[in-house]
């Protein structure tokens, strides 16, 4: 009886031994993450590159290198890796904060445009334009207007070239108003034209979201029901034709030289702004060319008629209650009864400028074409050869 007490309390001891073991082990192991442990390296630790080194890496220290890999448990390699990341990131950052210089060979048509306006303006910053031709050689890009260097190729031709240099086609005019640059297919990288498919597209202008300052802008006082200032006649334009057949059927209050009454810039606004309606009737007809004809009346509060594209194409950019196409109507007698009528209906004539709740237009400025490229240049850096502006431009 004796013996088997005693074995009891051996067997009790053993048990509670064992269990302070246990419990021993569990609250006082020596941890492997324990950051106090010789070696050890906590779980946010690993794959972390510190300054040190990547300081190292960047300096080739091998001592330091290696006490900073054992440390951090990183190899060579991801930590060479971390260091060409971090200076390509930079490189790209200090590319895209450097100045961009554009050259302007010639002020388009010999008329200067500002310079200073691409960050004001347009939101374009670090953009330097000149017309300093002993900058060539720096300027990332060369900006020729057509009109003013179609006698100039062969001089230009003879250029050095620099490879990342990039030769900007400039042009707003229509093709028909437009000079084909003979041999100078293969001359230029890039376009800026108010075609949509250019390289640097500029429209004559824009309609944009409106501030609430804008929305709340009135429409102008009319007392003209119908205008139209044209200078250029030609007596073999569609819209000469269909003028003279629209004015036998509603009056129109012509102005400029066309019709001897030649007014000043600011009266050319004040005339628009005066009527009703305005015929925004463009020279010539192509593609996207939608021209001042049609922002300025929309700027200043007054419905254009258009004669130039297709609707379809003046509605890729405009609203398209904001304006009035003539093929809306089978003859010019038709159109004239609904200007007659809408200037005696409000709510009709109102209706045109519904679009301005939410809407606002913007007048393209000439030096955007220049800061855009600045834009452009700075987004792209792939090579560019546009090939037969000339086919691009006339033909298509």
């Avoid at 990547?54 to 448990?73: F, H, M, Y």
């Avoid at 008329?111 to 330097?128: L, M």
């Amino acid at each position: 009886m004796l013996l088997k007490t005693q074995t009891r309390r051996v067997l009790i001891i053993i048990v509670l031994l064992l269990g302070i073991g246990v419990v021993t082990y569990i609250y006082y192991k020596p941890s492997l993450e324990s950051e106090t442990y010789p070696g050890a390296l906590s779980k946010s630790k690993v794959d972390v590159c510190t300054e040190d080194c990547l300081e190292a890496v960047k300096e080739k220290n091998d001592q330091i290198l290696k006490d900073c890999l054992v440390n951090n448990r990183l190899s060579k390699q991801k930590a060479e890796d971390k260091v060409s990341n971090l200076e390509t990131k930079n490189e790209n950052q200090r590319d895209f904060e450097a100045e961009i210089l554009v050259l302007v060979w010639v002020w388009p048509f010999g008329a200067p445009f500002p310079v200073d306006n691409c960050e004001p303006v347009f939101g374009i910053k670090n953009c330097r334009i000149t017309d300093d031709r002993s900058q060539y050689e720096k300027a990332h890009a060369v900006l020729f207007h057509v009109r003013d260097i179609y006698n100039q190729i062969p001089v230009l031709q003879k250029l050095p070239r620099f490879p990342l240099q990039m030769w900007v086609w400039m042009n707003s005019e229509s093709p028909d108003f437009s000079p084909r640059l003979n041999g100078a297919d293969d001359l230029f990288n890039l376009t800026s034209n108010y075609r949509r498919d250019s390289d640097i597209w500029t429209p004559y202008g824009w309609v944009m979201k409106a501030t609430e300052e804008e929305k709340a802008v009135q429409i102008p006082k009319k007392d003209k029901l119908v205008c139209w200032i044209v200078s250029h006649w030609d007596d073999n334009f569609p819209r000469v034709k269909y003028f003279n057949e629209l004015s036998k059927h509603v009056h129109v209050d012509g102005f400029g030289n066309h019709f001897n009454k030649r007014i000043s810039n600011e009266d050319y606004f004040n005339v628009i702004r005066s009527c009703k309606f305005y015929l925004s009737f463009e020279n010539s007809i192509f593609r996207d060319y939608i021209s001042e004809k049609v922002y300025n009346p929309l700027v200043l509060g007054t419905v254009p008629v258009v004669i130039g594209p297709p609707r379809a194409n003046y509605e890729e950019f405009i609203p398209r209650n904001a304006f009035i196409h003539i093929n809306d109507f089978k003859t010019p007698k038709d159109l004239a009864e609904h200007l007659k009528l809408a200037d005696q209906n409000q709510e009709i004539y109102e209706s045109y400028f519904d679009w301005r709740k939410t809407f606002v237009a913007k007048l393209g400025r000439p030096e955007e074409h220049a800061c855009r490229t600045c834009e452009y240049i700075r987004m792209n850096r792939n090579f560019r050869v546009f090939k037969n502006v000339n086919k691009w431009y006339f033909e298509e």
